[in-house]
C-alpha cells in the first residue's frame, strides 16, 4: 500500500500542467490490424502514435481499460497517415481519438533484460514482472559504417564439430543457417546458445533468440530447456508468436538487433538468432498489401531486400575506438522442398556472409546436423577461426569432397581397388566423427582433440562403423586422462610443440588399449 | 466545394467526362465525411469535481485539454501497470 502511494507522490510530483494543444487524428476506418487516420500532417514515419479511447467516455470508462494500444505510422498520404495497430485491433473503432507519441517506435534495453522473455515492444511475457530497463532506443536506425568497424578476427564457437571445424563463425559474422522444415536449423542455433556456458564468463555473448511466427508452445519448450541448462542467465528471447499480430512479427527482428546493439556498445560481444526471416518476409508482405503498397516478385513489397540488408546490416565488429564489441548474427531461412533460390532464400544469401545448408536428404539418412559441407560456406570465418583448429580441420573439406564423388560407388564395394575403398572409408569415418546428436555441443578444446584424431589416422584402426561409439569413449578418455591436455589447448588455441607431442602419446596409448579392444571383439 | 451543381454537370458533360461523376460524388462524400470528424468537438469534465473539472476540445485537428482528465489518465495508467 505504502509503495503504491509512494508512486502516487511521485507521479505527482513530477507531474506539470502542460498548456497548449496536440495534434490528433481521427481513425476513418480500420481493419486487419491497420487503422486510417484522418489528420496528423505533420506525423513522421516509423512514428509511435497512441489510440486514446478516453474522448467522450467517462473517466470511469476509460480507466476500465487500462492497457493502451499503440499504433506505428507506416503511411504518410494526403489526407492523414495509415498506421499498424500493435495490440488488439479489435479495441479501434471508427472516430477514435489517435495521439501523436512525437517519438519513433523505441523498446527498452539493458541489462536487466537478460534471462527474460519479452514481446517486440520489450514488455515481459514470462509473468515475471517488470524488467526494470529504463534506457529506451529506437527500433531502426543506421548501421555502422566502414571507419566504425573492424575485420572479423574472434571466432564464435557452435560447439558443433562440422560448424567449428569446416565453417566457422567469427564474432561480427552474418551466418545464413538454411533449409527446409524439421532438417535442424533450429537445433544449430540452440546448441549455439547452449555451447556459450564453455565460454570464460568475460568473452561470453550475450545471447538473443528472436523467435518470429512460431508455436508458443515451441517458445516455451525452448526457454524451459534453456533454463535448465544453465543458458538463460546470458540469454534474452523476444517472441511474436504466431498468433502475433503480423506487424509485432514484422518488429521482432528489428528489437532483438536494437537489444543486441546495446551490449556491442558496451564493449561486449552479443549473439543474435533470428528464427526464422521467411516468416518475418511473409508477414511484411500481408502488412505491406494491407497498406496497399504495391506487390512485386511472389507479391513481396518493393524493399522486401532492403528490409533484411539494413536488418542484418547491423551485425558488426566495432574498432576498438568503438569498444570493440561486436553483434554476431545467425539469420534462419526456411526454404521450401529445398529450392534455395527461390526469393527471399536468394536475398539473404547474398546478404550474408555466408551460409549453413542443411538438407533433408542427410537428415533422413541419419547424418546429424545434416549439413551440405559442399554448398555451404563461411566467407569470412577462416580468418577467426583458432590456429588449433585450422590445422587439424584443414584436410577435412577435401577428404570429404573426395568422399562424396566416390560415394555413388559405395554399394560396388566389393569390386573397387584398395585406394578408392581406403578413401571411401576414411570418409565414412570422417562423416561418422563429424557426426553429433542435438543439446551436445563440445567445448572447444575438445573438438580440436577428436577431429586431431580422425585426420591424424589414430581411427583408421576402427572400421567406419565403430567410429561413433569410439569417439564418446575417446571423449571420455580425454577428460579423464588427459584434462590438462584439453586445458592447454583451450588456453593456446594451438597445438604444436610439446602439446602435440603429449596429444600424440595420450592418443597413441587410446588406440593401443581400444584398438585391441575393438578388434577382438570383431572377432 | 462545388456551388452551383448544374454548371458542373453541364461542364462535365461538355468536356465528355460525364462518366467520372459517380467518382466524384464519393470523393465529395468522404470529404464531407472526413469534416464532419475533423469538426469541433467539446466535451467537460464535471463527473467528478473533487478530481477533475474543466473542458477538452478538438478542432482542426488540434486536441486542447483543459481539464487535466489525460493527464490523470496517464498517471493512474502509469501507476498500474
Redesign the interface.
Known amino acids: 500500500m505504502e509503495s503504491?502511494i509512494k508512486?502516487?507522490e511521485a507521479?505527482?510530483s513530477a507531474?506539470s500542467?502542460?498548456g497548449?494543444?496536440?495534434?490528433?487524428?481521427?481513425v476513418?476506418a480500420t481493419g486487419d490490424g491497420i487503422a486510417e487516420v484522418?489528420?496528423?500532417?505533420n506525423a513522421v514515419m516509423s512514428e509511435m502514435v497512441l489510440f486514446?479511447p478516453?474522448?467522450?467516455r467517462?473517466?470511469?470508462e476509460?480507466?476500465k481499460d487500462?492497457s493502451?494500444v499503440y499504433g506505428l505510422v507506416l503511411n504518410l498520404e494526403e489526407?492523414g497517415v495509415r498506421a499498424v495497430i500493435l495490440g488488439d485491433a479489435s479495441k479501434i473503432y471508427e472516430?477514435m481519438?489517435v495521439?501523436r507519441l512525437n517519438r519513433l517506435l523505441s523498446i527498452p534495453v539493458g541489462e536487466p533484460l537478460v534471462g527474460r522473455v519479452v514481446n517486440p515492444l520489450g514488455e515481459p511475457v514470462d509473468g515475471k514482472g517488470?524488467s526494470g530497463a529504463t534506457e529506451m532506443r529506437p527500433i531502426e536506425r543506421e548501421a555502422y559504417g566502414v571507419i566504425d568497424r573492424a575485420p572479423v578476427n574472434v571466432p564464435l564457437h557452435t560447439g558443433v564439430k562440422a560448424i567449428d571445424a569446416m565453417i566457422p563463425i567469427g564474432r561480427g559474422q552474418r551466418e545464413l543457417i538454411i533449409g527446409d522444415r524439421g532438417t535442424g536449423k533450429t537445433s544449430i542455433a540452440i546448441d549455439t546458445i547452449i555451447n556459450q556456458k564453455n565460454e570464460p564468463a568475460s568473452t561470453r555473448p550475450v545471447c538473443i533468440y528472436v523467435a518470429i511466427g512460431q508455436k508458443e508452445s515451441k517458445t516455451a519448450k525452448l526457454v524451459a530447456e534453456l533454463e535448465e541448462r544453465g543458458a538463460m542467465e546470458y540469454t534474452i528471447i523476444v517472441t511474436a508468436p504466431a498468433s502475433a499480430p503480423a506487424a509485432l512479427q514484422f518488429l521482432a527482428p528489428f528489437a532483438g538487433a536494437t537489444i543486441g546493439e546495446y551490449f556491442m556498445e558496451q564493449g561486449r560481444d552479443a549473439l543474435v538468432i533470428y528464427d526464422d526471416l521467411s516468416k518475418q518476409a511473409v508477414a511484411y508482405r500481408q502488412m505491406s498489401l494491407l497498406l496497399r503498397r504495391p506487390p512485386g516478385r511472389e507479391a513481396y513489397p518493393g524493399d522486401i531486400f532492403y528490409l533484411h540488408s539494413r536488418l542484418l546490416e547491423r551485425a558488426a565488429k566495432l574498432s576498438k575506438e568503438r569498444g570493440g564489441g561486436s553483434l554476431t548474427a545467425l539469420p534462419i531461412i526456411e526454404t521450401q522442398e529445398g529450392d534455395v533460390s527461390a526469393y527471399i532464400p536468394t536475398n539473404v544469401i547474398s546478404i550474408t556472409d555466408g551460409q549453413i545448408y542443411l538438407e533433408a536428404n542427410l537428415f533422413n539418412k541419419g547424418q546429424r546436423p545434416a549439413i551440405n559441407v559442399g554448398i555451404s560456406v563461411s566467407r569470412v570465418g577462416s580468418s577467426a577461426q583458432t590456429k588449433a583448429m585450422k590445422k587439424v580441420a584443414g584436410k577435412i573439406k577435401l577428404e570429404l569432397a573426395q568422399f562424396r564423388e566416390l560415394e555413388a560407388f559405395m554399394q560396388f564395394s566389393s569390386d573397387l581397388d584398395a585406394e578408392t575403398k581406403k578413401r571411401i572409408d576414411a570418409g565414412r569415418r570422417m562423416t561418422e566423427v563429424l557426426n553429433q546428436g542435438r543439446g551436445v555441443p563440445l567445448p572447444f578444446h575438445m573438438e580440436a582433440a577428436v577431429i586431431f584424431a580422425a585426420t591424424n589416422g589414430y581411427l583408421d584402426a576402427f572400421s567406419p562403423e565403430e567410429v561413433g561409439a569410439v569417439e564418446a569413449t575417446l571423449q571420455e578418455y580425454f577428460s579423464r586422462e588427459a584434462p590438462d591436455v584439453l586445458a592447454a589447448i583451450g588456453e593456446s588455441k594451438e597445438i604444436s610443440g610439446q602439446l602435440e607431442k603429449t596429444l600424440r602419446e595420450k592418443l597413441d596409448t587410446f588406440v593401443a588399449r581400444h584398438g585391441s579392444e575393438t578388434s577382438s571383439a570383431r572377432t | 466545394m462545388i456551388k452551383n451543381y448544374d454548371l458542373f454537370i453541364a461542364h462535365l458533360k461538355r468536356t465528355g467526362r460525364l462518366k467520372l461523376l459517380p467518382l466524384v460524388l464519393h470523393e465529395l462524400r468522404s470529404e464531407e465525411?472526413?469534416a464532419k470528424?475533423?469538426s469541433s468537438?467539446t466535451?467537460t469534465?464535471a463527473?467528478?469535481p473533487s478530481?477533475?473539472s474543466g473542458w477538452?476540445t478538438?478542432e482542426n485537428?488540434?486536441?486542447?485539454?483543459r481539464s487535466?482528465?489525460?493527464?490523470?489518465?496517464d498517471?493512474?495508467?502509469?501507476?498500474?501497470?
Do not use: C, H
Open positions: 503504491i508512486k502516487i507521479e505527482i507531474w500542467p502542460q497548449g494543444s496536440e495534434e490528433v487524428g481521427i476513418r484522418d489528420g496528423l500532417s486514446d478516453t474522448f467522450d467517462t473517466l470511469a476509460a480507466l487500462p493502451p489526407d472516430g481519438l495521439r517488470s | 465525411a472526413r470528424r475533423l468537438k466535451e469534465a463527473e467528478n478530481l477533475i477538452r478538438l485537428g488540434m486536441l486542447t485539454d487535466g482528465k489525460s493527464a490523470l489518465i498517471i493512474y495508467k502509469k501507476i498500474t501497470a
